[in-house]
């Protein structure tokens, strides 16, 4: 049974970091690309970064760029989220999801994955 499972979420105060951790199980990460999203409360659910299979490119979304990076280690099977100057508007459920995109591809649309983990709640709070 495929299963992601997210973790490294909690509460941080504003200028902060967290890194976030994607840990797969019955499947090796080597063949998919992985996406991570969040959701904050009234909010619909918004892509943050991909990462693609070799790991080669990655896509964040504006409000995020130049604070957090995504990378991915296929030896450990995990792809973690490294997320610095952490701002109130950051605080949400944050997912990670994988699919099979092409190897150079990566896309922050959420209907393109079929596999998706259970969530770890980040706030980001004085």
């Known amino acids: 049974q495929l299963q992601l499972v997210e973790s490294g979420g909690g509460l941080v105060q504003p200028g902060g970091s967290l890194r976030l951790s994607c840990a797969a199980s019955?499947?090796?990460?080597?063949?998919?690309?992985i996406g991570w999203f969040r959701q904050a409360p009234g909010k619909e659910r918004e892509g943050v970064s991909c990462?693609?299979?070799?790991?080669?490119?990655?896509i964040y979304a504006d409000s995020v760029k130049g604070r957090f990076t995504i990378s991915r280690d296929n030896v450990k099977n995990t792809v973690y989220l490294q997320m610095n100057s952490l701002k109130p508007e950051d605080t949400a459920v944050y997912y990670c999801?994988?699919?099979?995109?092409?190897?150079?591809?990566?896309?922050?649309?959420?209907?393109?994955?079929?596999?998706w983990g259970q969530g770890t709640q980040v706030t980001v709070s004085s």
């Open positions: 990462i693609t299979i070799s790991g080669n490119s990655t």
């Open positions: 019955g499947f090796t990460l080597d063949y998919y690309a």
């Open positions: 999801a994988a699919e099979e995109f092409h190897p150079a591809v990566c896309v922050m649309m959420i209907h393109d994955y079929d596999y």
